[in-house]
Protein backbone atom coordinates (compact mmCIF):
# COMPACT_ATOMS: atom_id res chain seq x y z
CA UNK A 1 0.00 0.00 0.00
CA UNK A 2 1.03 3.41 -0.59
CA UNK A 3 2.31 5.41 2.02
CA UNK A 4 1.11 8.86 3.49
CA UNK A 5 3.95 11.21 3.68
CA UNK A 6 1.82 13.25 6.50
CA UNK A 7 4.40 15.03 8.28
CA UNK A 8 5.20 17.38 11.14
CA UNK A 9 7.78 19.76 9.85
CA UNK A 10 11.03 20.03 11.90
CA UNK A 11 13.58 23.07 11.44
CA UNK A 12 16.87 22.48 13.58
CA UNK A 13 19.17 25.60 13.86
CA UNK A 14 22.69 24.80 15.28
CA UNK A 15 23.39 25.15 19.19
CA UNK A 16 25.19 28.29 18.43
CA UNK A 17 22.96 30.35 15.80
CA UNK A 18 19.93 32.32 16.59
CA UNK A 19 16.56 30.64 15.33
CA UNK A 20 15.77 34.54 14.07
CA UNK A 21 19.24 34.56 11.93
CA UNK A 22 19.24 34.03 7.57
CA UNK A 23 17.18 30.80 6.88
CA UNK A 24 20.32 29.96 4.79
CA UNK A 25 22.66 29.31 7.87
CA UNK A 26 20.12 27.04 9.10
CA UNK A 27 19.67 23.17 8.41
CA UNK A 28 16.71 21.98 6.21
CA UNK A 29 13.30 20.95 7.16
CA UNK A 30 13.20 17.08 7.51
CA UNK A 31 9.65 15.00 8.04
CA UNK A 32 7.66 13.05 10.83
CA UNK A 33 4.97 10.73 9.28
CA UNK A 34 1.60 10.85 10.65
CA UNK A 35 0.58 7.64 8.58
CA UNK A 36 2.00 4.70 6.94
CA UNK A 37 0.17 1.98 5.41
CA UNK A 38 -3.44 3.49 6.33
CA UNK A 39 -2.37 3.71 9.69
CA UNK A 40 -1.11 5.75 12.52
CA UNK A 41 2.73 5.94 12.18
CA UNK A 42 4.91 3.26 14.53
CA UNK A 43 7.09 5.59 15.95
CA UNK A 44 3.95 6.98 17.38
CA UNK A 45 2.13 5.44 20.73
CA UNK A 46 -0.87 6.17 22.30
CA UNK A 47 -1.52 6.75 25.81
CA UNK A 48 -4.86 7.31 27.61
CA UNK A 49 -7.99 7.06 26.48
CA UNK A 50 -9.44 7.81 22.97
CA UNK A 51 -7.41 7.33 19.98
CA UNK A 52 -6.47 8.85 16.88
CA UNK A 53 -8.25 7.46 13.32
CA UNK A 54 -6.59 7.72 9.81
CA UNK A 55 -9.63 10.25 8.28
CA UNK A 56 -7.94 10.57 4.73
CA UNK A 57 -4.72 12.36 4.35
CA UNK A 58 -5.08 13.06 8.19
CA UNK A 59 -5.21 11.71 11.83
CA UNK A 60 -8.49 12.55 13.43
CA UNK A 61 -9.49 12.63 16.86
CA UNK A 62 -11.65 10.23 18.40
CA UNK A 63 -12.32 11.22 22.03
CA UNK A 64 -13.56 8.67 25.08
CA UNK A 65 -15.76 10.03 27.49
CA UNK A 66 -13.71 8.10 29.99
CA UNK A 67 -10.72 11.09 29.65
CA UNK A 68 -8.01 11.97 28.10
CA UNK A 69 -5.73 10.86 25.50
CA UNK A 70 -2.48 11.46 23.93
CA UNK A 71 -0.23 10.61 20.96
CA UNK A 72 3.59 10.60 21.62
CA UNK A 73 6.17 10.65 19.22
CA UNK A 74 8.43 8.33 20.76
CA UNK A 75 11.20 8.13 18.45
CA UNK A 76 13.10 10.74 19.72
CA UNK A 77 13.56 13.56 21.99
CA UNK A 78 13.61 17.41 20.22
CA UNK A 79 15.48 19.91 21.34
CA UNK A 80 15.95 23.36 19.96
CA UNK A 81 13.95 23.31 16.50
CA UNK A 82 11.09 24.80 15.00
CA UNK A 83 7.73 22.45 15.04
CA UNK A 84 5.17 22.96 12.11
CA UNK A 85 2.03 21.67 12.60
CA UNK A 86 -1.30 21.82 10.12
CA UNK A 87 -4.32 21.22 12.14
CA UNK A 88 -8.07 22.19 11.51
CA UNK A 89 -10.98 21.99 14.05
CA UNK A 90 -14.80 21.00 13.76
CA UNK A 91 -16.14 23.72 15.47
CA UNK A 92 -14.59 26.96 17.60
CA UNK A 93 -15.00 25.25 21.26
CA UNK A 94 -13.09 22.03 19.79
CA UNK A 95 -10.24 21.45 21.82
CA UNK A 96 -6.61 19.34 21.40
CA UNK A 97 -3.38 20.64 21.94
CA UNK A 98 0.47 20.00 21.16
CA UNK A 99 2.55 19.00 24.05
CA UNK A 100 6.38 19.98 23.90
CA UNK A 101 8.98 19.56 26.34
CA UNK A 102 7.99 16.55 27.45
CA UNK A 103 10.62 14.20 29.85
CA UNK A 104 11.16 10.46 29.80
CA UNK A 105 8.74 9.51 32.38
CA UNK A 106 5.96 10.11 29.59
CA UNK A 107 6.72 6.75 28.07
CA UNK A 108 6.36 4.83 30.97
CA UNK A 109 2.30 5.06 30.50
CA UNK A 110 2.28 3.01 27.44
CA UNK A 111 -0.30 0.33 27.79
CA UNK A 112 -0.96 1.28 31.26
CA UNK A 113 -4.51 2.21 32.64
CA UNK A 114 -5.77 5.72 34.35
CA UNK A 115 -8.43 6.72 36.04
CA UNK A 116 -11.81 6.56 34.05
CA UNK A 117 -14.76 8.66 34.36
CA UNK A 118 -18.42 8.47 33.13
CA UNK A 119 -20.36 11.28 31.82
CA UNK A 120 -24.36 12.58 32.09
CA UNK A 121 -25.96 12.07 28.72
CA UNK A 122 -25.19 15.96 28.67
CA UNK A 123 -22.09 15.40 28.72
CA UNK A 124 -21.48 17.38 31.90
CA UNK A 125 -19.25 15.69 34.86
CA UNK A 126 -21.30 14.91 38.37
CA UNK A 127 -19.43 16.15 41.70
CA UNK A 128 -18.09 12.73 42.10
CA UNK A 129 -16.82 11.89 38.38
CA UNK A 130 -15.48 15.46 39.18
CA UNK A 131 -14.24 14.72 42.20
CA UNK A 132 -12.19 11.85 40.67
CA UNK A 133 -11.14 13.39 37.58
CA UNK A 134 -9.38 16.27 39.73
CA UNK A 135 -7.63 13.54 41.99
CA UNK A 136 -6.36 11.45 38.82
CA UNK A 137 -4.95 14.95 37.90
CA UNK A 138 -3.37 15.67 41.10
CA UNK A 139 -1.87 12.54 40.76
CA UNK A 140 -0.36 12.54 37.50
CA UNK A 141 -2.11 10.26 35.67
CA UNK A 142 -1.76 9.15 32.16
CA UNK A 143 -2.61 12.15 30.12
CA UNK A 144 -2.26 14.27 32.93
CA UNK A 145 1.98 13.35 33.38
CA UNK A 146 2.12 15.04 30.33
CA UNK A 147 -0.09 18.40 31.75
CA UNK A 148 2.75 18.71 34.50
CA UNK A 149 5.42 17.21 32.91
CA UNK A 150 5.56 19.47 30.03
CA UNK A 151 4.09 22.41 27.88
CA UNK A 152 0.79 22.54 25.83
CA UNK A 153 0.57 24.84 22.57
CA UNK A 154 -3.21 25.09 23.50
CA UNK A 155 -6.21 23.99 20.40
CA UNK A 156 -9.58 25.87 20.69
CA UNK A 157 -10.50 28.69 19.11
CA UNK A 158 -13.34 29.91 21.58
CA UNK A 159 -11.70 30.38 24.70
CA UNK A 160 -10.17 33.13 26.74
CA UNK A 161 -6.61 34.39 26.01
CA UNK A 162 -4.86 32.03 28.44
CA UNK A 163 -6.40 28.88 26.86
CA UNK A 164 -6.98 29.25 23.77
CA UNK A 165 -4.90 28.61 20.00
CA UNK A 166 -1.14 29.52 20.40
CA UNK A 167 -1.65 29.97 24.20
CA UNK A 168 1.22 28.01 26.55
CA UNK A 169 -1.88 26.42 28.45
CA UNK A 170 -2.66 29.03 31.40
CA UNK A 171 1.07 30.42 31.29
CA UNK A 172 1.02 32.51 28.71
CA UNK A 173 -1.77 35.13 26.93
CA UNK A 174 -2.57 34.32 23.36
CA UNK A 175 -2.99 37.02 20.78
CA UNK A 176 -6.39 37.10 19.05
CA UNK A 177 -6.37 34.36 15.73
CA UNK A 178 -6.04 35.69 12.27
CA UNK A 179 -9.47 35.23 10.58
CA UNK A 180 -10.01 32.19 8.96
CA UNK A 181 -12.95 30.56 7.37
CA UNK A 182 -14.75 27.67 9.11
CA UNK A 183 -12.88 24.45 9.45
CA UNK A 184 -10.00 26.05 7.72
CA UNK A 185 -7.04 24.44 7.90
CA UNK A 186 -4.26 26.30 10.06
CA UNK A 187 -0.47 26.39 10.54
CA UNK A 188 0.81 26.38 14.07
CA UNK A 189 4.88 27.12 14.05
CA UNK A 190 6.43 26.26 17.57
CA UNK A 191 9.74 28.01 17.88
CA UNK A 192 11.76 25.95 20.94
CA UNK A 193 14.97 27.77 21.36
CA UNK A 194 16.55 26.55 25.08
CA UNK A 195 13.49 27.89 27.91
CA UNK A 196 11.71 29.94 25.09
CA UNK A 197 8.83 28.88 23.11
CA UNK A 198 7.35 30.95 19.96
CA UNK A 199 4.39 30.42 18.82
CA UNK A 200 3.31 31.57 15.44
CA UNK A 201 -0.84 30.96 13.94
CA UNK A 202 -0.65 32.21 10.03
CA UNK A 203 2.34 33.59 9.76
CA UNK A 204 1.51 35.84 12.81
CA UNK A 205 2.72 35.61 16.18
CA UNK A 206 0.26 34.40 18.87
CA UNK A 207 2.37 34.25 22.31
CA UNK A 208 5.96 33.90 23.52
CA UNK A 209 6.87 31.95 26.81
CA UNK A 210 10.07 31.83 29.08
CA UNK A 211 10.06 28.83 31.39
CA UNK A 212 13.09 30.05 32.93
CA UNK A 213 11.50 33.72 33.51
CA UNK A 214 7.41 32.74 34.12
CA UNK A 215 5.25 33.72 36.90
CA UNK A 216 2.16 31.89 37.00
CA UNK A 217 -1.13 33.75 37.62
CA UNK A 218 -2.27 34.11 41.08
CA UNK A 219 -5.06 32.53 40.52
CA UNK A 220 -5.56 29.19 38.66
CA UNK A 221 -7.21 26.34 37.22
CA UNK A 222 -6.94 22.87 38.91
CA UNK A 223 -6.55 21.69 35.06
CA UNK A 224 -3.43 23.68 34.92
CA UNK A 225 0.51 22.51 34.73
CA UNK A 226 1.92 22.19 38.36
CA UNK A 227 5.57 24.05 38.32
CA UNK A 228 7.44 22.43 40.48
CA UNK A 229 9.04 20.11 37.44
CA UNK A 230 11.64 21.34 35.57
CA UNK A 231 11.27 20.48 31.78
CA UNK A 232 14.01 19.22 30.15
CA UNK A 233 15.26 21.54 27.00
CA UNK A 234 15.13 18.26 24.55
CA UNK A 235 11.86 16.30 24.91
CA UNK A 236 9.20 14.07 23.34
CA UNK A 237 6.38 15.89 21.52
CA UNK A 238 2.69 14.77 21.37
CA UNK A 239 -0.92 15.38 20.11
CA UNK A 240 -3.63 15.41 22.41
CA UNK A 241 -7.35 13.86 22.46
CA UNK A 242 -9.32 15.34 24.64
CA UNK A 243 -13.37 15.36 25.39
CA UNK A 244 -16.19 13.71 23.93
CA UNK A 245 -17.01 16.78 20.75
CA UNK A 246 -13.80 17.54 20.58
CA UNK A 247 -12.90 16.82 16.79
CA UNK A 248 -9.15 18.07 15.49
CA UNK A 249 -7.64 16.92 12.40
CA UNK A 250 -3.83 17.13 12.01
CA UNK A 251 -2.60 16.56 8.65
CA UNK A 252 0.76 17.65 8.94
Given at each position: ?????????????????????????????????????????????????G????????????????????????????????????????????????????????????????T??????????T????K?????????????????????????????????????????????????????W?????????????????????????????????????????????????????L?????????????
Open positions: MKHLSLTLALFFAAMATSLAADAKSAAPWRSIPLIKDGKVAPDWIHIGWKFSVDGDSLRTDCDERGMGLLVYAHERLGNCRIRVIFKTEHAKSNSGVYIRLDDGILSWTNKSSAVRREPNGKLPEMLKLMTAAEAEEGVWYAVHHGFEVQITEDADPAHRTGAIYGLTKAASLPKAGPGARTMLITLEGSRVLVDIDGQRISAFDSETITPPAKRRWTEPKLDHKRPNAGYLAQIHDPGDVVWFKE
